[in-house]
């Protein structure tokens, strides 16, 4: 869901991800609340994000039927809720500029000469 | 089927809202939305006599489940009642239920049942051995059924309202005369929530923490339930998203200070461990962003089911966004980073004045809320001259339905705005917010001069000048403010 947003950033999503730890939480799956968020996200940013995390098993195309089977909706669920870059940085495709991820807290503020 | 509605008599302003809410997340309005015209509020009637703030009410809901529903997830119902019967006397009262009862069929008060009765009073303090008596004085009503204390099938209550003994009245104007409700309850607010999340036994806390009953009305304000996804953009330690996930709802919140967000006061006394020490679930993510910069992608937009935060006002703490207190002030140029210092770069912050604040809320609310989704944030209100009409912040996106003032000091009071998106976020909307954002950005200083609820609240008031103003305002207040008990 997020971007880079530098004064003059035209392309700064989906920002890549560098991976320093990743932890895993359990969360309790609810089928709804997937539901809901699979019409909002970017399918192929998701994908590559959770690659880049380690977990492969997210398929490359997707649409809203696949929500009907329960390997897909814990596959979904395991990406989008269970996977935490606990460290390491989101970093814009365009500029390189590196937001920092430290404590699962992504640091999303701008530097003095950036607003 | 009219109810008797029998609130808590606290925030007084906020009651009749969340049953509102709550009558919207239950599906009480399901028949109107076929017609096409959204309705957000319902009929209400007063008992004879009764004062507008008094804690008795009718309310129209369409079924007994509806009404069970509302009452049990509610935080100021004290009661909902089928209503048996009322009097001015007992005498009146006993003709009124006994011409309910009829021939005695009711499915109530049949034999294989359980029940009890309890009394209440409102204004006046009942002895136990009184009680009693009065219980017993029900024996007219044909009971075939078992009475059990202990969570029988069924829970009578007899209301007594008699507070025209001293004139005190509970803050209330005095009720000109006695009136007697006799009912069968429906449901009843589980107050129990309120003990067990208060911030007293809250492991993280901060200055502005928002208070449990509070958060819980905003959550309720907000209609979390599970499946939704609730945003707080001042998210602090995560007080009010607490309130969000008790309900069920999947919580994300952001704010500009990252010591409170990212370290908090320890490994165990951060914004996550508030959540597990109820064994809620965590927040999906929690980030630093800037409210006046925010950092999401081109595009997104309708995210979030609702939005409910406690901006920060400038009166106990201030808001702060990215740029540079020198910057902002037009003083100096940009300070431009050294490249290898970049990495550990803390950047400064200016001070954000509650109007741009409430501007760029608004603005994200329009484009990351989903249609019909809902804003639900608290808004400072000087109590001075023209205190009775009061302008509230407006967008062509969203309606303004309902508006609970809790008043803070003599200064001031902050009122709880909900309000539901009902337009799209359009291209015109986006660019006028746009050149508005620039506006502030150029006239940084000016802003910050005009909106300040600071000084308003704690300079020195002139004395004479109070008075006068004290006795103005008596005389032009159409309707005195009653505060309700405890508050």
Redesign the interface.
């Known amino acids: 869901m997020l971007s880079s947003n530098i004064k003059g950033v035209t392309n700064g999503f989906p920002l890549r991800i560098e991976v320093v730890k990743v932890e895993e939480k359990t969360v309790e799956i609810n089928a709804d609340f997937l539901k809901n968020m699979f019409q909002k996200i970017d399918w192929k940013a998701l994908t590559e994000a959770s690659r880049s995390m380690g977990y492969t098993e997210l398929p490359e195309e997707s649409e809203f039927s696949l929500l009907e089977s329960d390997e897909f909706l814990s596959r979904f669920h395991h990406a989008l809720l269970e996977l935490h870059l606990e460290e390491g940085a989101l970093v814009c495709p365009e500029s390189g500029r590196r937001f920092p991820v430290s404590k699962g807290i992504p640091n999303m503020l701008l530097h003095e000469d950036e607003v | 089927m009219w109810y008797l509605c029998a609130f808590f008599h606290r925030l007084l302003d906020y009651r009749k809202p969340e049953v509102e809410s709550l009558a919207r997340l239950f599906g009480a309005f399901e028949d109107e939305h076929q017609n096409g015209d959204v309705s957000y509020h319902l009929q209400w009637k007063l008992p004879l006599h009764h004062h507008p703030d008094s804690p008795f009410h009718f309310v129209n809901l369409p079924s007994e489940q509806i009404a069970r529903n509302i009452a049990n997830r509610s935080i100021l119902v004290k009661g909902m009642y089928e209503l048996w019967g009322e009097g001015g006397s007992y005498e009146e009262l006993r003709d009124s239920v006994l011409s309910y009862v009829g021939d005695g069929k009711l499915p109530c008060l049949e034999s294989g049942s359980t029940f009890r009765i309890t009394v209440d009073s409102f204004g006046k303090a009942i002895s136990l051995k009184e009680q009693m008596e009065l219980i017993q004085g029900f024996s007219y009503i044909p009971f075939k059924g078992q009475v059990k204390l202990k969570d029988p099938d069924h829970n009578f209550c007899l209301i007594v309202v008699d507070n025209n003994n001293d004139g005190a009245n509970n803050g209330l104007p005095p009720v000109v005369q006695k009136r007697f409700f006799f009912g069968r309850e429906v449901g009843a607010a589980d107050r129990k929530l309120i003990p067990t999340y208060q911030l007293k036994s809250r492991t993280y806390l901060g200055p502005t923490a928002m208070d449990a009953e509070m958060a819980f009305l905003m959550a309720n304000q907000a209609l979390a339930t599970?499946?939704?996804?609730v945003y707080d953009p001042f998210v602090g330690t995560g007080s009010i998203l607490v309130a969000a996930a008790h309900f069920g709802a999947?919580t994300m919140g952001a704010d500009?200070d990252?010591r409170v967000?990212?370290?908090g006061r320890g490994p165990d006394c951060n914004v996550?461990s508030n959540f597990k020490q109820y064994g809620l679930?965590?927040p999906?993510a929690?980030?630093?962003?800037?409210n006046n910069?925010?950092?999401?992608?081109?595009g997104?937009k309708?995210?979030f089911?609702a939005i409910i935060c406690d901006p920060p006002y400038g009166v106990r703490a201030g808001g702060r966004k990215?740029?540079?207190r020198k910057?902002l002030k037009g003083t100096v140029a940009?300070?431009?980073?050294p490249d290898d210092k970049?990495?550990g770069?803390i950047?400064?912050t200016g001070a954000y004045c509650l109007v741009e604040c409430v501007h760029d809320l608004l603005d994200l609310a329009a484009r990351m809320l989903i249609m019909g989704g809902r804003l639900v944030f608290f808004y400072p209100v000087l109590r001075e001259d023209d205190y009775s009409e009061i302008h509230f912040p407006e967008h062509p996106c969203f309606k303004l339905i309902c508006s609970s003032e809790q008043i803070l000091s003599s200064r001031y009071s902050r009122v709880l705005l909900t309000m539901v998106k009902t337009g799209p976020y359009t291209e015109e909307i986006a660019e006028a917010a746009r050149v508005k954002h620039m506006e502030f950005k150029d006239n940084h200083l000016k802003w910050l001069e005009d909106g300040n609820l600071h000084s308003a609240v704690f300079s020195p008031s002139n004395a004479q000048l109070t008075e006068e103003a004290g006795e103005s305002k008596f005389l032009k207040d159409p309707r005195p403010k009653y505060r309700g008990k405890y508050v």
């Open positions: 599970p499946g939704k996804l999947m500009i990252i967000v990212r370290d996550w679930p965590m999906v929690l980030l630093r962003a800037d910069l925010p950092p999401w992608r081109p997104l309708e995210v089911d990215s740029g540079g910057l940009p300070y431009v980073v970049r990495t770069h950047p400064s």
